[in-house]
């Protein structure tokens, strides 16, 4: 059931990226953007908790997960360190994900011939 709950909610929020795409003049960077923004305000209401602990997987390898961590992060970093706290919070827990970002794509660049 885990895999089923997983494939539906990714699914599903492909399906409204997908729609977005076709019905409307924004680009797939737009896109992100939204979907970055729209996982930090369901994780500010508390929704986005709740989403990971139905889905699982489905809901963590969304671009909506990294707007979520950058609010969890931002929440933590003030909760010890004040108004100052909030970038070093948001640079704690997506640390990983940005290098691993970087690493891979710089790996991929030199197996593959990047388009000019």
Known sequence: MNFLNAF???G?????GQ?????????????????????????????YEKLISYAGGGATVLISNFGYLLYKGAMMGFKEQGIIGLFGG???????????????????????????
């Open 8 to 10: 539906l909610v990714a």
């Open 12 to 16: 599903i929020a492909c399906f409204i």
């Open 19 to 47: 729609l977005i795409l076709d019905n409307t003049k924004l680009t797939p960077g737009h896109l992100t953007s939204l979907f970055t923004v729209v996982g930090a305000f369901l994780g500010f209401i508390g929704v």
């Open 90 to 116: 948001m640079l704690a827990t997506t640390s990983v994900a940005l290098v691993s970002v970087v690493v891979f794509s710089f790996i991929l660049i030199l197996i593959f011939k990047p388009k000019d």
